[in-house]
């Protein structure tokens, strides 16, 4: 007959195999989160305003009602011989980044812009709608004229 001394420890490294090796059928180890590819939600209402004071064009969005959203890239359509995509990235943000102040110009310029949103995972997004900007020289030159679209406001019916 074997000593308790010798059944004992044996019982203690089994015990201590089970847990560390898990219990039930989850193959995900104890305390790890697996990461999470789906994509968010893209941006949605992409539209630009002025600000009052300065006269300066802003792109702005509704955030993506996604969870785990770390940030947002806004690409303007510049089609270029020398690469694949019509689109450039031209910004990135935070979560709490919803906006991108527009360029200034000289004479008035289209441009289009995109939005999408980016997980912890470094999911993105789908695209967001296109933004179709007019954008005009400063305040006081004659061809001065609102940008289009404008993001809607909560007093607009």
């Not at 064009?57 to 009602?65: F, G, H, K, R």
């Not at 200034?104 to 289209?110: A, D, L, N, Q, Y």
């Not at 470094?122 to 400063?138: E, F, H, I, K, M």
């Amino acid at each position: 007959m074997k000593s308790l001394r010798h059944i004992v420890p044996m019982l203690a490294t089994l015990a201590l195999a089970l847990i560390l090796s898990g219990c039930g059928n989850d193959s995900t180890p104890t305390g790890v989160n697996p990461i999470d590819d789906t994509p968010p939600a893209a941006p949605a209402q992409v539209g630009v305003s002025s600000d009052p004071v300065t006269g300066n064009y802003i792109l702005e969005w509704t955030a993506s009602t996604s969870p785990g959203v770390t940030g947002y890239q806004v690409f303007l359509y510049s089609p270029s011989p020398d690469r694949d995509n019509a689109y450039q990235l031209v910004f990135e943000s935070d979560e709490n980044g919803l906006l991108y102040p527009l360029p200034r110009v000289s004479m008035e310029t289209e441009q289009i812009y995109r939005v999408r949103a980016v997980s912890t995972s470094g999911t993105r997004s789908n695209w967001s709608d296109l933004a179709l900007v007019t954008l005009t020289p400063p305040r006081g030159d004659e061809t001065t004229k609102d940008p289009l679209p404008r993001r809607p406001t909560a007093g607009d019916e």
